[in-house]
Nanobody, 122 residues
Framework: QVQLVESGGGSVQAGGSLRLSCAASGFSFSSYTMAWFRQAPGKEREVVAAISWSGGNPYCADSVKGRFTISRDNTKNTVYLQMNSLKLEDTAVYYC???????????????WGQGTQVTVSS
């Protein structure tokens, strides 16, 4: 059974930091592209960051570049999203996703987690 379990979300003041984790099981994690998406109320789900199976050439959306970092530990079947200098507009539900194909920034990922709420306040 495939599982993607996100953790690390919560409430933080603007300028603060959070680290999201996504623990994967039930598939060959080390050969999958992993990504983080987010969806704010009333908005479409959008890609935040993605990383290939090897961890090389990670992608970050322009809106978070320089503030967020995606990484993975294939020995722990876990992908991370380090979020620094958080802004009000980063408030959203953050989702972890996995796909066996090459790195992509579209919504066409095979597996999805349930999401974790991140709320940034002033």
């Amino acid at each position: 059974q495939v599982q993607l379990v996100e953790s690390g979300g919560g409430s933080v003041q603007a300028g603060g930091s959070l680290r999201l984790s996504c623990a994967a099981s039930g598939f060959s994690f080390s050969s999958y592209t992993m990504a983080w998406f987010r969806q704010a109320p009333g908005k479409e789900r959008e890609v935040v960051a993605a990383i290939s199976w090897s961890g090389g050439n990670p992608y970050c959306a322009d809106s978070v570049k320089g503030r967020f970092t995606i990484s993975r530990d294939n020995t722990k079947n876990t992908v991370y999203l380090q979020m620094n200098s958080l802004k009000l507009e980063d408030t959203a539900v953050y989702y972890c996703a996995a796909d066996p194909r090459s790195l992509r920034t579209t919504l066409s990922y095979k597996y999805w987690g349930q999401g974790t709420q991140v709320t940034v306040s002033s």
